[in-house]
């Protein structure tokens, strides 16, 4: 049970640069990317002087308006941090307290990077014995390497647990359903205490489609952890189990009618950041519509979250700019892309502060407030109207039933992990997707 250990959880702080030199590099740094950009895009080779000063002209236009948005930025973020004397606190890092996770298992998706691999290095740490999912078993096994060597370099090796890595595929339907299989083929015998529905793709310029023949940005964010969760509700512990799903602030921006059902895969009209939008919103919704469906049928052991964890610094712009262009920022081959990185990271969590509300939520002693959105590791409030629409929240369950063919049962009996599966037929044979329901069926009503 969660509630069964009190203990003091330790939240430490990073202190960011001062905010004035920190405004003042920001806006420096947009400055010279305008201008540079300006002059680069408009004044290639020997031009006449006309096309000069155009250039000169747009690219100062073009660093008064980025300046102007910086500003506001800066005003923004200082407003959301904490000033300690003098100093920006940039956020709050929690790490739970040293065995507090012993004997539970967390299920985290996207282990391989990011915000999920930090989610597992800390609550191994703690104890929990952590299985990790990645697109393909050399992620999977190369992220395990680096965790324990994170744990190992800290003096944190798990008391307990271990670390375990399995393969998942959010874009392939008949591969989710296999994770079950998968989870029991670990042999660990032991339920889910925290599942950790954290993978995510953003912003895909061109609308892409998976091999279910839906939008790629929904599945992989919403409809994928959807059958997911469905597949692993009977590996669930009876004695306490949480359900973490990472959304975003982007859900905010998905308005003004809130969810779009009729366009949910992009059907009618597809933008990469109205689709990232609105898939970060169906993980709230799917949420709020979980633990209602939990609290109706009495399963008092289930607390399901969401999140927004802060802007990161991690690599989840790859999807916006290409794989091959972010390494290039990265190593400074691409100049003006290097640039644009470094001074977002003068704003942005380290993946380890970013980490630490989706970790709270994994593993703090306190009572997790059930079917709430967080935000900096506490409840937040003030959601717009449409994140909170229930009629939307079930109308969507119902669109994911279909669309992800399979029916979510919340009453459907616990599997016996490592044993018979009770009820359930979730069949070990990985070229079987036999529980996914089929297209036609006339039950699914
Ligand atoms: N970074 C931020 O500022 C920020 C802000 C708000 C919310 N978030 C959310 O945080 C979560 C984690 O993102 P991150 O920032 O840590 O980015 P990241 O480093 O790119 O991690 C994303 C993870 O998701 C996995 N993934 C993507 N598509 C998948 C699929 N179809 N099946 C299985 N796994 C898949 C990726 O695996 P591969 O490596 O194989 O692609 C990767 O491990 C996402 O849900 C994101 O929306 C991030």
Redesign the pocket.
Known sequence: MFTQTIHRDKISNRMGPPRTISTLVIILTAMTICVVSGWSVLTPRCLPPGRILRGIATGSAAAVAIVGAGAAAVVAIDGMAKDVDGRRAVAAIYEPPSGSMDDRVVLV??????????TVKRLAAAGATVVL????EA?GRR?VEVANDHLLRRGKLPTRGAIHNIV?????LSDVMLVPSRYEALGLNRDISVLV??????AIPRREV?VDGNE?TF???HL?HFVLTSALFPYLSREGARIVT?????SYFAGPDGLDLDNINGERSYGAWPS?SS??LA?VLFTRELQRRADEAGLDWLAAATL????????????VVGEERLARMKDGRDRLGSLALGATRLF??T?EE??ST?VYLAATSDAVVKGAFYEEMSVKADLPWFAKDDAKAKALWDASEELGRVRFDLTAAAATVGGAVADVDFSADESSDASLVEDNDEDLE
């Not at 282990?111 to 999920?116: A, E, F, Q």
């Not at 998942?168 to 392939?172: A, E, F, I, Q, T």
């Open positions: 998706t996207g282990g391989s990077s990011g915000l999920g691999l930090e999912t990645s697109r393909t992620k992220a998942l595929d959010l874009d392939d529905n954290n993978a995510g793709v953003m998976t790629r599945q992989s964010n994928g990472v959304s975003s602030s982007a990232y898939s970060k993980n927004h964890p802060g802007v990161v610094d991690t690599d989840l712009w790859r999807y942005a969590k993946p970013g980490a989706q």
